[in-house]
Structure formats: C-alpha cells, structure tokens
C-alpha cells in the first residue's frame, strides 16, 4: 500500500511537472514569438523593402512614360501608334505598382498601430535596437 502511495505521488508530480512545461510552452507559443525583436524587425524590414522596390519602380515606369511620350511626339505613322501602345502598357503597369505601393503601406501602418497597442518599441519595426 505504501508502494502504490509513493508511485501514485510521483505519477502527480510528474504530471503537474509536465504540465507546468506544457503550460509554459502553450504561452510562449501563444503569440508566435511576437513579442520579440526579430519579429517586429522582419515584418517591418519586409513591408519597408516592398515599399522602396514599389518607389523605385514607380519612377523608372513615370521616366519610361515620359521619354515614350516625347518620342511618340517625334514619330508618325505606325512608329507613333506603337510607342503610344508602349505608353499605354507601361500607364497599366504603373497604375498596378502604385495599387501595390498602397497596399503594402497600408499593412504597414496597420504593423504599427498593432505594435502600438502591443507597446512595442517603434524602433523595433526598423530593426533599431537599444
């Protein structure tokens, strides 16, 4: 009787040990690693580089527009017709990118406001660490 007392004390604490770490881990795993550095850092990093590449991008698309343009002011005939096609497609590309650069700062200042409320450092979404 004393035996299956003692095993019976150790199959408790075994068991509230065991869910002293599941517990422990549930909570660390509760906001996936959130409330860390690296991931505020990652997600604004990521959401910064959309928004330069989109930046870049617009102004390589508004300077091609412009030189199709002075170009096709040149032409006549069927040269022009297809340089202000060209402008056309590049007007459509532009106007997506833009649509993108939207989007991507939109989720960006949603970030924020999200690491606001969490009390996140904002240096933290710019991977500037203290």
Same mark, same amino acid.
């Not at 030189?67 to 005939?77: C, D, M, N, P, R």
């Not at 960006?108 to 660490?129: I, M, N, S, T, Y």
């Given at each position: ?23 422990? +881990? ?13 991931? =505020? ?18 102004? +390589? ?45 939109? +989720? ?15 240096? =933290? ?6």
């Amino acid at each position: 009787m004393l035996k299956n007392l003692f095993i019976s004390a150790v199959v408790a604490c075994a068991l509230v040990f065991v869910s002293g770490i599941c517990e422990a +881990k549930s909570k660390k795993g509760e906001d996936g690693g959130k409330n860390d550095k690296e991931y =505020w850092c990652k997600k604004g990093g990521g959401l910064r580089k959309q928004l330069d590449a989109a930046k870049a991008d617009i102004e +390589k698309r508004e300077n091609r527009i412009e030189e199709l343009a002075e170009s096709a002011g040149k032409e006549t005939g069927s040269a022009r017709k297809n340089l202000l096609n060209k402008t056309k497609k590049e007007k459509t590309e532009l106007a997506a990118i833009r649509k993108k650069q939207r989007q991507a700062q939109a +989720k960006l200042d949603d970030l924020e406001e999200k690491a606001h409320r969490k009390g996140v450092p904002p240096g =933290w979404l710019r991977c500037q660490f203290e």
